[in-house]
């Protein structure tokens, strides 16, 4: 009965939500954060800088969350329990930036994970990468877990653990110009037909009184 009372309690759930306008767009490269009573903030995503956050569980433990703040706005958002799950320790947050980058990289093929590989063949690079790499159409669907836990799953967490995380230069600073003005930046995304929320009026000494 209780099975029973949980999927009703489902059913019902998927029939009254309604999807609030957050997204990570890898089409558009572009991240909507929902807002109360407002449109959704939207932006490209490499303006979003990550931050990990450490927070002390009630038990005297800890985890890590990430929170993605706006570089040019006040705008943020916490992507614990909305993307990635709660309990991560530091190596798999890392790990889940790591992935979040490479899912929004459209020339990069989506990352092999479970919930994304009825969708693989949708994606040109992914479907290319796969055919040339010989990738099981039903890779994650036919796997045994147990199995995967044992064999797979040990190696995955132990290469992890060995990688050299934060230790690369940062490849966006060496891009940015020091000289370059929020309200130039804006304009020139403008130029470029790239739309965002943040517009190059929001900037200048005009509009800004």
């Known amino acids: 009965m209780a099975l ?8 019902l759930y998927a029939r009254r939500y309604q999807h609030d306008g957050s997204e990570f767009n890898r089409q558009a490269g572009t991240l909507s954060i929902a807002r109360r009573w407002r449109k959704p903030f939207v932006a490209p995503f490499y303006e979003f800088d990550p931050v990990m956050q450490l927070v002390v569980t009630p038990h005297g433990g800890h985890d890590y969350v ?3 703040h706006h570089r040019y706005t006040a705008t943020k958002i916490c992507l614990a329990g909305r993307l990635h799950s709660l309990g991560l320790d530091q190596v798999n947050l890392l790990a889940f930036w790591d992935t979040l980058q490479r899912y929004m990289d459209v020339s ?3 990352p092999d994970l ?17 055919a040339a790499n010989q990738r099981p159409e039903r890779y994650w669907r036919d796997i045994k877990p147990k199995v995967w836990g044992r064999k797979e799953g040990k190696l995955l967490r132990e290469k992890l653990a060995a990688y050299p995380w934060q230790q690369q230069p940062c490849i966006v600073q060496g891009r940015i110009d020091p000289k370059l003005t ?6 020139s995304q403008e130029a470029k037909g790239i739309q965002a929320t943040p517009k190059g009026d929001d900037y200048d000494n005009v509009h800004r009184g």
């Not at 029973?4 to 059913?11: F, I, Q, R, T």
């Not at 479970?114 to 796969?130: G, N």
């Open 66 to 68: 990430l929170w993605l």
């Open 182 to 187: 929020i309200e130039t930046y804006y304009r």
């Open 114 to 130: 479970p919930v994304l590989e009825q969708s693989r063949h949708l994606d040109p690079v992914t479907a290319a990468f796969d």
């Open 108 to 110: 990069q093929p989506l």
């Open 4 to 11: 029973v009372g949980a999927d009703a309690l489902l059913w």
